[in-house]
């Protein structure tokens, strides 16, 4: 498994590589409930086994069941301060989500193919990890060969003695998504014997956990560390297979923790989707769990929405809230209203967008994009529909 735990070489690295702007997002790549947990401490000790907590009730376009955990430090707005330039857009069909809340406690995941290593599903006031304390290695099996557009998301510590935690699309490939903690930071990006970038984040502390992105559309792969983008490249060998190898390790007294999986496939333009369609789904819009406010990782959808808005004066638009159906059906009703009305109020005050081209309904779990029968069902039922009229 070629250079996986490898020491971390030295790296020099320039204040503008930690500072770069953020380029176009990649066109067509458009994903999991975010509870704030706080810092990890060493050696967590996992609960007794237990049945698996259920799950809590989503409303309109919110985040799939593997959704971030490790939320950026700063609560701001849609659009401002570090979100100005952030350019990740999840994709929109969901391939593979998982965030163990149906595993037990002390084993391993159901859904996750073992490799080697000592893992189990460990719980940190109420959310559910898969902690390593050797070095480890497991396998996402997808139904087909990963797409040529698709986003990938998960939740995760660095690995112990500065040692890479690795994400490989194909046992052939030249290149593959990697990040290690190295002087208080996370470092990650694309490395291999292919093109690669590799850049550090702002300092955090180990046990830490940080959102890891790949948003990929063909070659041209983007990497991110929570809101920091840490890889921008055009000729990427990331080669696509139906597994998805994730090597990472830890040791007894400093584990190491990966959890909120999904893998989505990446789709068209909004507009190019809305004028062959009438319609267009997206999960690119996140809101604060059981809340109408929405987050600031919806930037880079809400700025498409609005772009595609202004480039087409004569187009109107219904904005459309829906839910899975888990929970109380009346109370999802209702907060899908409300949420596709906040689209609407953030789309008017902050992107200055004419009101009478906006209308909104909630329709919360009665018109399902899929069965929910299955997490990846009810990640692509939770969402924000835009109708053309």
Same mark, same amino acid.
């Given at each position: 498994?070629?250079?996986?735990?490898?020491?971390?070489?030295?790296?020099?690295?320039?204040?503008?590589?930690?500072?770069?702007?953020?380029?176009?997002?990649?066109? #067509?790549?458009? !994903?999991?409930?975010?509870?704030?947990?706080?810092?990890?401490?060493?050696?967590?000790?996992?609960?007794?086994?237990?049945?698996?907590?259920?799950?809590?009730?989503?409303?309109?376009?919110?985040?799939?069941?593997?959704?971030?955990?490790?939320?950026?430090?700063?609560?701001?707005?849609?659009?401002?301060?570090? @979100?100005?330039?952030?350019?990740?857009?999840?994709?929109?069909?969901?391939?593979?989500?998982?965030?163990?809340?149906?595993?037990?406690?002390?084993?391993?995941?159901?859904?996750?193919?073992?490799?080697?290593?000592?893992?189990?599903?460990?719980? @940190? /006031?109420?959310?559910? @990890?898969?902690?390593? %304390?050797?070095?480890?290695?497991?396998?996402?099996?997808?139904?087909?060969?990963?797409?040529?557009?698709?986003?990938?998301?998960?939740?995760?510590?660095?690995?112990?003695?500065?040692?890479?935690?690795?994400?490989?699309? /194909?046992?052939?490939?030249?290149?593959?998504?990697?990040?290690?903690?190295?002087?208080?930071?996370?470092?990650?990006?694309?490395?291999?014997? #292919?093109?690669?970038?590799?850049?550090?984040?702002?300092?955090?502390?180990?046990?830490?956990?940080?959102?890891?992105?790949?948003?990929?559309? #063909?070659?041209?792969?983007? !990497?991110?560390?929570?809101?920091?983008?840490?890889?921008?490249i055009p000729n990427a060998v990331l080669g696509r297979s139906n597994k998805i190898t994730i090597e990472?390790?830890?040791?007894?007294?400093?584990?190491?923790?990966?959890?909120?999986?999904?893998?989505?496939?990446?789709?068209?333009?909004?507009?190019?989707?809305?004028?062959?369609?009438?319609?267009?789904?997206?999960?690119?819009?996140?809101?604060?769990? #059981?809340?109408?406010?929405?987050?600031?990782?919806?930037?880079? %959808?809400?700025?498409?929405?609005?772009?595609?808005?202004?480039?087409?004066?004569?187009?109107?638009?219904?904005?459309?809230?829906?839910?899975?159906?888990?929970?109380?059906?009346?109370?999802?009703?209702?907060?899908?209203?409300?949420?596709?009305?906040? !689209?609407?109020?953030?789309?008017?005050?902050?992107?200055?967008?004419?009101?009478?081209?906006? %209308?909104?309904?909630?329709?919360?779990?009665?018109?399902?994009?899929?069965?929910?029968?299955?997490?990846?069902?009810?990640?692509?039922?939770?969402? !924000?529909?835009?109708?053309?009229?």
């Amino acid at each position: 498994m070629r250079g996986l735990f490898r020491s971390l070489f030295a790296l020099t690295i320039g204040a503008a590589a930690l500072t770069a702007p953020a380029m176009g997002q990649i066109g #067509g790549i458009k !994903v999991p409930k975010v509870p704030k947990v706080p810092t990890v401490p060493s050696a967590p000790a996992a609960p007794a086994a237990q049945p698996a907590a259920a799950e809590p009730a989503p409303a309109a376009a919110d985040q799939p069941a593997a959704s971030p955990a490790a939320a950026p430090a700063k609560n701001e707005a849609p659009g401002s301060g570090v @979100w100005v330039n952030y350019d990740f857009q999840p994709g929109e069909i969901p391939l593979y989500v998982d965030d163990f809340s149906r595993d037990r406690v002390g084993n391993f995941p159901k859904r996750l193919e073992f490799i080697e290593g000592n893992m189990e599903v460990a719980e @940190w /006031s109420g959310v559910r @990890w898969l902690r390593a %304390t050797t070095r480890s290695s497991f396998a996402i099996v997808l139904p087909d060969t990963l797409t040529d557009r698709f986003t990938m998301e998960f939740d995760a510590t660095g690995s112990v003695a500065n040692i890479f935690t690795t994400v490989t699309f /194909s046992p052939t490939a030249a290149s593959y998504a990697a990040f290690s903690y190295f002087n208080d930071r996370v470092q990650g990006g694309i490395d291999g014997t #292919g093109p690669k970038a590799l850049a550090l984040t702002s300092p955090s502390a180990f046990e830490t956990p940080f959102r890891f992105r790949i948003m990929a559309d #063909g070659k041209y792969v983007k !990497v991110y560390v929570n809101e920091t983008r840490v890889a921008n490249i055009p000729n990427a060998v990331l080669g696509r297979s139906n597994k998805i190898t994730i090597e990472f390790a830890g040791s007894e007294t400093q584990p190491a923790f990966i959890g909120n999986l999904s893998v989505l496939a990446g789709g068209r333009e909004l507009y190019d989707a809305l004028e062959e369609n009438g319609r267009v789904a997206t999960q690119g819009i996140y809101f604060a769990s #059981g809340s109408d406010q929405i987050r600031p990782e919806s930037t880079p %959808t809400l700025v498409e929405i609005a772009e595609m808005l202004k480039d087409h004066p004569d187009l109107d638009i219904l904005i459309e809230g829906h839910t899975d159906n888990v929970g109380n059906a009346a109370a999802n009703l209702a907060l899908s209203d409300r949420r596709a009305a906040a !689209v609407r109020k953030i789309l008017i005050d902050t992107y200055k967008i004419d009101g009478n081209r906006l %209308t909104t309904i909630g329709f919360g779990d009665t018109v399902p994009a899929s069965p929910n029968t299955t997490p990846e069902g009810r990640q692509q039922n939770r969402r !924000v529909e835009l109708v053309k009229k």
